[in-house]
């Protein structure tokens, strides 16, 4: 497991010729879910208990575990009510609710899952995750404003993460600020030049400003790490069938059609075949 943003970010199409990143949200994998947040929920000290409190402890961390085994198959109900009994053993473990938020962002309950990142972040405002969940839950409400104060929360505290730079840089693109956006995105290739969302998402809005260019080298250098992300094979088609390139168009839509498991994506790029010389 590893620190990531959303797969989600791969979403639907604003237009036939360019394709925007979705909310934060959604139902792939989750927003900087795993191995730091265990790290971090995992190793603080706890002070002296008595042996009755340390079982309930120890019994937490067993449900916890589980829940995470659910979560990373996408059990999102399953997971819940794990960290449910774990929570009524450790009430005051600003972990579990965090890992609860994600579970509820997993089913759609986003104000659910602001009350319990909430939570999370009173009981250890320095922990930057549950700012940054927060902060999805309040875009996928359309709460803009919000999200971006949890997201400048978040990179204050960790201002190296090239995943924070992505999601806000999302959210500024959403906003219609897309200068912002582009420094935003261009810090997350500085910092992580191997990350596919980075350049997906950096290649949207390149297109977006009309730099065709660049957007053909960030959607090919996503390819180049992640040859099975469906998506930028997507984009790059429709930018080389609005340039005139047929071969490279139907290439690319060709090999979309092949990997993608979306079908109304899957429509457009067939549409997208149709309509070349």
């Known amino acids: 497991m590893s620190l990531r943003t959303l797969r989600a970010n791969f979403a639907k199409p604003i237009s036939r010729r360019a394709w925007t990143v979705g909310a934060i949200v959604g139902g792939t994998v989750f927003l900087l879910v795993m191995v730091l947040g265990w790290w971090l929920t995992t190793t603080r000290a706890t002070p002296t208990v008595s042996p009755a409190e340390q079982q309930q402890i120890n019994q937490a ?4 575990a589980a829940a995470l085994d659910q979560i990373e198959l996408g059990n999102f109900d399953a997971a819940q009510k794990l960290l449910t009994q774990a929570i009524e053993l450790t009430p005051k473990d600003s972990g579990l609710y965090y890992y609860r938020a994600v579970t509820n962002m997993g089913m759609g309950n986003y104000d659910t899952a602001i009350e319990d990142y909430t939570i999370a972040i009173d009981a250890n405002p320095h922990w930057a995750l549950p700012l940054a969940g927060r902060g999805s839950a309040y875009l996928a409400l359309g709460q803009t404003e919000s999200a971006l104060a949890d997201y400048d929360k978040a990179i204050y505290l960790e201002p190296g993460s090239a995943d924070l730079y992505t999601n806000r840089g999302q959210i500024y693109q959403q906003r219609g600020e897309l200068d912002k956006a582009l420094d935003d995105l261009t810090k997350a290739v500085q910092f992580s030049p191997d990350s596919v969302a980075a350049r997906f998402n950096r290649g949207v809005l390149f297109y977006t400003l009309a730099r ?24 790059r088609g429709l930018i080389y069938a609005d340039l005139g390139e047929t071969d490279l168009a139907k290439a690319d839509l060709q090999k979309f059609i092949s990997i993608s498991d979306n079908p109304q994506w899957v429509e457009i790029a067939q549409k997208a075949l149709a309509d070349l010389p």
């Not at 961390?61 to 916890?64: D, G, H, P, S, T």
């Not at 065709?212 to 984009?235: G, H, Q, R």
């Open 61 to 64: 961390k067993v449900l916890q």
């Open 212 to 235: 065709t260019d660049d957007a053909l080298k960030d959607f090919s250098y996503a390819i180049n790490l992640d040859p099975t992300a469906a998506p930028s094979y997507l984009n």
